[in-house]
């Protein structure tokens, strides 16, 4: 490691693009460092940002040597990309800066690579953020090597709102796809369908039925109600580049009425956003076989709106069998549960009662290796994965996936120490990275004669008095969240043991 030349960051300040990505890094660096990294021309900065197009696509490239560094993307969000791999790679810490000597060149393997985070009561923690602090979120994905963010309509299976939400959800919404846009994300909108066809005819694909009965006047004005609050929502949004529409969970459309469905929010969707795409899933909690047998015939039609197919929880079928249903053409994304322990898509096995009945099934639990496994075990059949959340009890969970999707090689040991890097620490980047691996052994085995439990808790608090010990800006070391959520969970695990 070699002290950093200078505190200044050099960019071709009429490239917008490249201005962008340098402007984040320099805000990120002073809030590690505690002293300003001005923006200064090309050429005369410590470290440089530059957007080179004949890089391969999407890739990035940081070259450090000598207490300077070099960064190039290939477009702006992968500026932004190579400028959190300086983050995850130097030693920071208040009033310094040190570079190692390192050359790297690197392209993600799959497109999407991201998860929803969704404002609505039903989550753990974004119903209670204000605008900075979401803004913050979707910045740390896209450093970590995020390419999309899923978003939520106002109108899910949830309450509206909840007392602790700051502002309206239409207005959060418009504010975190413009957070999210102007970084250089793909945006999508998880969109369900939470109406049912009583009318005994076929769900219109535009316009509306004849209204013979009062089933048929009730369909049309469902459907009246719905239009309207999608045309107010896409009318708002200054970019959507994705919808995913679920086949349920919720939605109980049966499959020849889902696809119309999709097909009028189609309608809707292009008079505001035309390169928009739409996307279904065959996720349904009532159906049987029936259901996924006529949903693959009617995506063997290839309706002009269709983009590709979810994979996502609570499908009957596999991936592969997905894979094989559908036609070549159609690219399938992964959405997979990442936030949930049990009753999910990926539960721990052999849970002992006390945690199922204490920790509950949404709690702080990274699952390194496990993640990994699931997400390297389907990856032959999809172009990346967006996955569900419901907070940031999965907040490790999320990087995990990013990189998995960025390259299936690489070891989750080395995903925690970034992450321990970039969020808490460089210098106790190994240790951190130990012990959030070790949060996956809490749950093997009895609860009673688990040792890693109290070792897990006596490390943390360990570490967390040489944290304390240590400067650290506001936000980082013990003052970080992304460490005391561990530690917190760890005392809880301790005292439940205990008992």
């Not at 929803?116 to 009561?121: H, K, L, N, T, V």
């Not at 419901?390 to 390259?407: L, N, P, R, S």
């Given at each position: 490691m070699t002290s950093v030349q200078s505190f200044t960051i050099g960019v071709d300040l009429q490239n917008q693009d490249a201005r962008l990505a340098a402007q984040i890094l320099s805000e990120e660096l002073e809030k590690r460092v505690g002293?300003?990294?001005?923006?200064?021309?090309?050429?005369?900065?410590?470290?440089?940002?530059?957007?080179?197009?004949?890089?391969?696509?999407?890739?990035?490239?940081l070259h450090?040597?000598?207490?300077?560094?070099?960064?190039?993307?290939?477009?702006?969000?992968?500026?932004?990309?190579?400028?959190?791999?300086l983050l995850k790679e130097a030693f920071w810490q208040k009033g310094g800066l040190c570079l190692p000597e390192l050359s790297?060149?690197?392209?993600?393997?799959?497109?999407?690579?991201?998860?929803?985070?969704?404002?609505?009561?039903?989550t753990n923690a974004y119903d209670a953020w204000d605008k900075p602090t979401y803004a913050q979120y979707i910045r740390d994905q896209a450093l970590f090597g995020a390419s999309a963010i899923e978003f939520l309509p106002p109108n899910t299976d949830d309450a509206p709102e909840n007392e602790i939400m700051k502002y309206p959800i239409k207005e959060m919404l418009a504010h975190t796809v413009s957070v999210a846009h102007e970084l250089g994300l793909a945006v999508w909108l998880w969109y369900p369908n939470l109406y049912e066809n009583h009318s005994g005819q076929p769900l219109p694909a535009s316009g509306f039925l004849p209204e013979t009965d009062e089933k048929a006047k009730e369909l049309n004005e469902i459907l009246r109600i719905e239009d309207a609050q999608r045309h107010a929502v896409l009318s708002s949004l200054v970019c959507v580049d994705h919808i995913m529409i679920p086949g349920g969970d919720p939605g109980k459309l049966e499959a020849e009425d889902l696809f119309a469905a999709c097909q009028r929010m189609a309608n809707i969707l292009h008079t505001y956003h035309p390169h928009a795409?739409?996307?279904?899933?065959?996720?349904?909690?009532?159906?049987?076989?029936?259901?996924?047998?006529?949903?693959?015939?009617?995506?063997?039609?290839?309706?002009?709106?269709?983009?590709?197919?979810?994979?996502?929880?609570?499908?009957?079928?596999?991936?592969?069998?997905?894979?094989?249903?559908?036609?070549?053409?159609?690219?399938?994304r992964s959405y997979p549960d990442i936030c949930h322990m049990l009753c999910c898509q990926f539960p721990v096995h052999r849970m002992d009662p006390i945690w199922a009945i204490t920790a509950g099934r949404e709690c702080y639990n990274p699952r390194p290796r496990w993640h990994k496994r699931m997400h390297n075990v389907t990856?032959?059949?999809?172009?990346?994965?967006?996955?569900?959340?419901?907070?940031?009890?999965?907040?490790?969970?999320?990087?995990?996936?990013?990189?998995?999707?960025?390259?299936?090689?690489?070891p989750v040991i080395k995903t925690l120490r970034d992450f321990a890097s970039m969020f808490i620490s460089p210098k106790h980047r190994?240790?951190?990275?130990?012990l959030l691996s070790l949060f996956e052994d809490v749950y093997e085995g009895p609860v009673v004669t688990n040792q890693v439990v109290s070792s897990l808790y006596e490390s943390l608090v360990s570490l967390q008095k040489k944290l304390e010990s240590e400067a650290f800006m506001p936000g980082f070391g013990a003052d970080s969240y992304r460490f005391g959520m561990p530690l917190l969970m760890s005392a809880f695990y301790v005292y439940i043991q205990r008992r």
């Open positions: 002293a300003p990294f001005p923006l200064v021309s090309l050429g005369e900065g410590a470290i440089t940002v530059e957007i080179d197009h004949a890089l391969p696509k999407h890739a990035y490239a450090c040597e000598n207490g300077k560094a070099r960064i190039r993307g290939f477009h702006k969000l992968a500026a932004i990309h190579g400028a959190g791999r790297v060149e690197t392209a993600p393997v799959k497109e999407f690579r991201g998860s929803q985070i969704g404002y609505r009561a039903k795409k739409v996307w279904v899933s065959p996720q349904v909690m009532r159906h049987g076989q029936d259901f996924t047998e006529a949903f693959y015939l009617q995506v063997a039609k290839k309706p002009a709106w269709l983009a590709g197919i979810c994979h996502a929880p609570w499908c009957n079928h596999t991936m592969s069998a997905c894979r094989e249903k559908t036609p070549a053409e159609l690219p399938i990856a032959q059949y999809h172009v990346g994965c967006v996955a569900y959340s419901e907070g940031i009890a999965d907040d490790v969970a999320k990087f995990i996936w990013i990189d998995q999707d960025w390259d299936p090689n690489t190994d240790e951190l990275a130990t």
